[in-house]
């Protein structure tokens, strides 16, 4: 299996691009999401507000992974996803 790499934050202006976990269909408690997808990433980039936490003007936590504005391949889509389906392309919301 190829590896998951995600830019990560280390602290005020300092992150780097580290092997990550692949995602799960469970929340940091362990409990089970069934309306969520899992998303192979084919574009994304680093915005305004990544920006921001990298410098420190946030309560971003260190070991936080940075981009949130990505479009990319669903290959895992929850039991309770009705309009979303396997290798459908989405684009995640813009903040
Ligand atoms: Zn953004």
Redesign the pocket.
């Given at each position: 299996m190829a590896e998951n790499t995600g830019v990560v934050f280390l602290g005020q202006n300092r992150v780097e691009v580290q092997s990550i976990d692949f995602p799960k269909m469970q929340n940091p408690t362990g409990k089970k999401i069934n309306h969520a997808v899992i998303l192979k990433v084919v574009s994304t980039n680093i915005?305004?507000?990544d920006q921001h936490m990298v410098r420190g003007r946030t309560t971003a936590p260190t070991g936080m992974v940075l981009g949130?504005?990505i479009t990319g391949e669903i290959i895992e889509a929850g039991s309770d996803v009705e309009y979303l389906k396997s290798a459908t392309s989405s684009p995640s919301p813009?903040?």
């Open positions: 915005c305004g507000s949130h504005e813009s903040t």
